[in-house]
Each structure stands twice: as C-alpha cells, then as structure tokens.
C-alpha cells in the first residue's frame, strides 16, 4: 500500500530550513522570520535537548507554519516527534528497522539515503520522496541526474552541502521537490536575535523557486 505522499507538504517551498535549535525561546521568533521570508515549512532536528519543547511551541503558536522534525534516528523518536506536533518526519539515513516504524508512522515520512541501492530499498517500501543526504557529498546534481533514468518514480530532497551558491542547480532538477539547508538560520544570527537576517536570507531562498518558474 502507498506510504502518505510527503510532495503536496513540502513541495510548495524551494527550501526546507534545517533548524537545529539550542533554546526553546528561539524557537517561534526563528519559525516566524522564516515564515516572514516565505519559508514556511521547516524541519528541527532532534540534536539538542531543546527540540521537543522547541517544535511543540511553533506547532501551537504558528499554525500557518508546517513543521516537521529532522534526525529522526530510532523508533522512540518517531511517536515522541508527532506527539509534539510534527507534521512529517525525516532521517538522515533509514537501516532497515527504522524505516520499518517509519513506514508505519501516522505522518508522511521523508527517509534519507546516500546510495542507489539504499534509494531502491526505500522504494520497494513504498516511500516516494527521500532525503539524499549528505547531498554534496554523496554526488550532488551529478548523482541525482544519473538516478533519474533508473529509478523515474522517485522524487528527492537533497540536504547536506547546500547554500545559495549551488542551491538554483539542484532545484533546476526534475527529481527534485525541494532542497534543505541550515543556510538561511545561521547559528550567530539565531544567538545573537538577527531575525531580520534570518527573513532576509529566507526571502532570498524562497525566490529560488520563482527564478525556476520564470525560465
Ligand atoms: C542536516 O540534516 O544537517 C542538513 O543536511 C543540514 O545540512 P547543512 O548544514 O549542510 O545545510
């Protein structure tokens, strides 16, 4: 049977931010420059202490924001995430017993992948977006472009690596729904409440799309 379809959630933005969040206070400020920008679907990963506490905020007090949550590594993650308010989950890489309770999560699921055997695997699950990642470091554009004869039906996300200077090459590909990247919430302007630059650097990215539409 056909896993939920993460596209229609994540395929209305260029760029997802990957947001690894170290105080629950910068949480909704964070999401609401982004959103401000035109980046309202993010993803907080699951590294620090503050992550729950940090997508369950958003989730409450932002309800035009999709949030998703990113590091997913372990079954126990998976119902602590949705409890909190993710509305879709990813992985940085999916063993088999992961993308078992993945493949049964109650939300759309975005497993990563590295390889085209790992690529195929999720396939044959039925998951029809994935995370490549590390992208740059696993092939990039190149990597993506030659995947897309063999495997057709797949579609990607490719994280890891991008920024403004390569982001317009990936999102030029049919392959491809939308990129992430921690590039728009730099660390020392989340630290330091730059939120003008967090929209400016999301207002920045999010044009990326309109630029592909125009061509
Ligand atoms: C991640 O999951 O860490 C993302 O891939 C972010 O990668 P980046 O920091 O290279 O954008």
Do not use: H
């Amino acid at each position: 049977m056909p896993l939920p379809d993460p596209g229609p959630l994540i395929g209305g933005v260029p760029v997802i931010p990957v947001l690894t969040i170290e105080r629950v206070r910068d949480a909704v400020p964070l999401a609401r420059a982004l959103a401000a920008g035109g980046l309202a679907v993010i993803e907080v990963t699951l590294r620090t202490d503050a992550a729950l506490d940090a997508m369950r905020a958003i989730a409450s007090e932002l309800p035009d924001v999709v949030v998703g949550a990113g590091t997913v590594v372990k079954d126990a993650d998976i119902e602590a995430a949705i409890a909190a308010g993710a509305s879709y989950l990813v992985s940085p890489g999916t063993p088999e017993r992961l993308a078992d309770a993945l493949a049964r999560a109650s939300v759309p699921v975005i497993p990563g992948c590295a390889t085209v055997g790992e690529a195929m695997a999720l396939a044959a699950r039925g998951f029809a977006v994935l995370k490549f990642f590390p992208a740059e470091a696993s092939g990039g554009v190149a990597w993506l472009k030659s995947i897309a004869g063999p495997l057709s039906a797949l579609r990607f996300c490719p994280t890891g690596g991008i920024d403004m200077t390569n982001a317009a090459a990936y999102l030029a590909l049919p392959n491809v729904v939308s990129i992430g990247g921690s590039w728009v919430a730099p660390k020392e302007a989340v630290a330091s409440g730059d939120f003008e630059k967090i929209t400016s650097l999301a207002r920045a990215a999010s044009a990326l799309r309109r630029q592909r539409r125009l061509s």
